[in-house]
């Protein structure tokens, strides 16, 4: 199993740019996650999905859209990168249930924007 | 609103040398506290999950604790090999039971 796989690993974006950042589980978990980290601030929870086709805004959603067609992935959008975007991103998928939930977490992509 | 707090920011140990590291927590109802491990440039890994008051668990050197306001990681003769950064999160209950907060961790280093 390779477990939560993300792509791009860095990437840097001029301000006003779009991109996709890439995320994708072998693990058959109905849930996944989209978390970024700021130094010396802990992960804030961008969006989550529960399954295919259903999606909800996190903590920190503005700025950033998701879809999920499959189970397997979930890539997560920023549409017109702002400064305000630099950060770590981290994927992550559990089974979601009540006494099995611990998150697995991806590599993370590192994005500046510029 | 749900809060994770956590102490200290940065501890340095020598190696043998044991101690504890906080997470306090203020969640409208908790459905489970978490603790991971992070190195640098890595994703968070699993290490615990508890669920109630009065829960432990072990794992090698590491042992973690829960009260109805806190948790503990109690680190018993650390090996420089344990030097990472810890985070604590939590679980609240919700519509989907999907709230997780974070704290911002816990940089350990473990000199030799």
């Known amino acids: 199993n390779a477990g939560v796989t993300q792509t791009p690993k860095f990437r840097i974006l001029k301000i006003g740019q779009s991109m996709t950042l890439q995320c994708a589980q072998d693990?058959?978990?109905?849930?996944m996650y989209w978390y970024r980290q700021d130094p010396g601030m802990g992960l804030k929870l961008i969006y989550y999905s529960v399954g295919a086709g259903i999606t909800d805004k996190g903590e920190v959603p503005n700025g950033y859209n998701v879809s999920r067609s499959t189970t397997e992935d979930f890539p997560l959008r920023l549409e017109l990168a702002a400064p305000s975007q630099t950060s770590v991103y981290f994927c992550?998928?559990?089974?979601?249930?009540?006494?099995?939930?611990?998150?697995?977490f991806g590599p993370g992509t590192r994005l500046t924007v510029l | 609103e749900d809060q994770v707090t956590q102490s200290p920011e940065a501890l340095r140990l020598q190696e043998g040398e044991s101690s504890s590291l906080n997470c306090s927590y203020t969640v409208s109802g908790l459905r489970g506290l978490f603790w991971y491990r992070q190195d640098p440039g890595k994703g968070p890994e699993f290490l615990f999950t508890l669920y109630s008051a009065g829960e432990e668990k072990e794992k090698e050197r590491l042992k973690a604790t829960l009260t109805k306001k806190e948790s503990f990681l109690h680190i018993t003769a650390p090996k420089p090999e344990d030097s990472a950064t810890y985070l604590c999160a939590v679980q609240a209950e919700d519509n989907y039971g999907q709230n997780f907060v974070f704290g911002p961790g816990t940089r350990l280093s473990v000199l030799p």
């Open positions: 693990m058959n978990h109905n849930y």
């Open positions: 992550a998928s559990s089974y979601g249930t009540r006494k099995d939930n611990e998150q697995f």
